[in-house]
């Protein structure tokens, strides 16, 4: 932490010599927060426009959408009426339904989620009822956040003001507890719901059925479905492709198919997911006279083939080296009037890449074009399957030729190449284009270096991004503050939090001036390492210092429940 706050010094009293740096970038900026609500909240109280209403009857909200759309001024704006709403009902009268749910909106979509949880709360306390549908869009936004805590709370405030809940807004904590790994949790929470007298649906089931498989395996889930069952639930034919789903990912393909013959005696019909979940198991295994079997069923109706059908055959089929038939396959889908994707045709070139056939490679590539099919990063990725297989010039010629039909700019292209390749996980290859790409002139920026540094973060090469940093200094190219703020991201994902402040102190002493993404980085990457203490210690003093934003204060505070700080 004294790393932290040393560092923060020349931010808050710069130095002339160090403001020509850009150190003096946050004594220009004025704190947004405390801009809003010494100016900009006394100003709406004393518009002639918005006047302070009776108690019993409804008071509007200033118009924080109007102005220039400039990002900096709408959140004063949005701050102040919030202000404005906390502060009238505070006086006891009753906001807009309308107004206050499109506050609570917007506030939620720029990330203020304590602010947009405090608008609900606001509404219910003064004894508005708050529209079902904006409950369960909050309850959604927090829980995908992380914040299940929060919107269980928020869950049992509305009820206690006697606010409507229903089974969609309890899916949807049910949902959260499941995608974060807490499956008792959710279960215990099953049971309190239905003893309200909510029945659960099969939403309900689905997401518990799928949390109990990735946790505890396929018999696991097995045996909480008959447990549903025999405690009087109506699982659907969803909860079933769920079974049948974790059978196959355990490698389990005959168990699923008696499970997936067994459906008609349990009173479904299994649709076209149905079979393309065995499909997938059956065609990777290479069992393909049971595979065509089943494709023989699919004879239209629920069970007619989806494109997913097609890019299933097709993916196998390359996997397994048939690329002639898998082409065939892709023809037989354009026939059948799908529309071919770039995720149909991958597949193909990657296996062709890896056996070197460059000129099928070709061939194949501009029929895609044809087709209006645009490359994505997966095309990119199955093109340098060739570096692979010693073939980097040709990937960089073929690579090339993409960019001149899609008449982009080379430098540009190849650094969405280059990026591409690197969050895939392809950092190699994507070295060895790069130096085939600076034979032709290509000069690597920032944004390129920073890709590297991350690509090999990701793969645990930590050492060798750091590296990078003397090849930049070797080639005129001076890192920035998103360069550090890569390498101390990459180290902090790999609980190397004591080496990223290493990192941050050298960045320092260099002249470089840290960003709000840079402490950012910091504190989350110790909340990551489970000290929680020392997180909320190290952004409460950050947050004194005005270098973190209220913005992230409230956001880090309720994703990592961070306490003892002012919010």
């Not at 906001?95 to 979509?109: N, R």
């Not at 059956?282 to 069923?297: D, N, S, T």
Request: with cysteine; glycine share 6%.
């Amino acid at each position: 932490m004294a790393i932290l706050v040393n560092a923060m010094s020349p931010i808050t009293s710069p130095s002339p010599e160090s403001a020509r740096k850009g150190c003096a970038f946050f004594s220009q900026v004025p704190n947004l927060h405390t801009l809003s609500r010494n100016n900009g909240f006394s100003r709406v109280l004393a518009s002639t426009q918005i006047t302070i209403s009776p108690k019993d009857s409804v008071f509007s909200l200033p118009n924080w959408r109007s102005g220039k759309n400039d990002p900096r001024t709408r959140d004063i704006r949005l701050n102040d009426a919030f202000l404005y709403l906390e502060y009238m009902i505070g006086k006891g009268h009753k906001p807009d339904v309308g107004q206050a749910t499109q506050l609570m909106y917007e506030l939620c979509k720029s990330n203020k989620m304590r602010k947009s949880t405090k608008v609900m709360e606001l509404m219910i306390s003064s004894g508005t009822t708050p529209d079902p549908a904006s409950c369960i869009f909050l309850v959604n936004n927090l829980c995908k956040r992380g914040n299940v805590g929060y919107a269980m709370q928020l869950v049992e405030k509305m009820e206690e003001y006697g606010c409507p809940t229903n089974t969609v807004t309890y899916n949807s904590l049910v949902r959260g507890l499941c995608m974060h790994g807490n499956l008792i949790q959710s279960l215990q929470f099953l049971d309190k719901f239905m003893k309200k007298g909510l029945v659960p649906n099969v939403f309900t089931y689905s997401f518990l059925l799928e949390a109990a498989y990735k946790e505890r395996g396929a018999d696991e889930a097995i045996r909480l479905l008959d447990e549903i069952v025999a405690k009087g639930g109506k699982p659907n034919l969803v909860s079933y492709n769920v079974l049948l789903t974790g059978l196959c990912k355990e490698g389990r393909t005959e168990e699923a198919i008696r499970l997936f013959r067994d459906l008609p005696s349990k009173g479904f019909s299994p649709n076209v997911v149905s079979y393309n979940i065995l499909l997938r198991s059956l065609c990777y295994e290479g069992q393909w006279e049971k595979a065509k079997e089943l494709l023989a069923e699919m004879d239209g109706g629920d069970r007619s083939p989806s494109i997913v059908t097609f890019n299933i055959l097709i993916g196998s089929l390359a996997l397994h080296g048939q690329t002639d038939q898998a082409l065939q396959v892709l023809n037989d889908m354009v026939r059948a009037r799908f529309r071919a994707t770039a995720a149909s045709y991958n597949p193909i070139v990657a296996r062709l890449c890896k056996e070197g056939k460059v000129d099928l490679v070709v061939k194949c590539l501009d029929q895609m074009m044809l087709r209006r099919c645009n490359p994505n990063e997966g095309t990119y990725n199955a093109i340098a399957v060739l570096c692979e297989e010693g073939k980097a010039q040709e990937a960089l010629s073929i690579i090339q030729s993409l960019s001149n039909k899609q008449n982009s700019s080379t430098h540009d292209f190849y650094k969405v190449v280059i990026t591409s390749l690197c969050r895939k996980g392809n950092t190699y290859p994507a070295f060895q284009l790069l130096y085939e790409m600076t034979k032709y002139g290509f000069v690597p920026d920032s944004y390129t270096y920073s890709s590297l540094i991350r690509g090999l973060c990701s793969e645990g090469m930590l050492d060798e991004a750091m590296e990078i940093f003397g090849i930049m200094e070797e080639n005129d190219c001076r890192p920035d503050v998103d360069n550090f703020n890569a390498l101390i991201l990459g180290l902090c994902k790999c609980q190397k939090t004591d080496v990223s402040l290493m990192v941050f102190e050298m960045m320092v002493e260099k002249g470089y001036m840290p960003n709000e993404t840079t402490y950012t980085i910091i504190v989350e990457g110790i909340a990551h390492q489970e000290e929680m203490e020392l997180a909320a210690a190290v952004l409460r003093e950050l947050y004194l210092r005005q270098v973190v934003g209220r913005s992230t204060l409230e956001r880090l505070v309720m994703q990592y429940d961070l306490e003892g700080l002012p919010i």
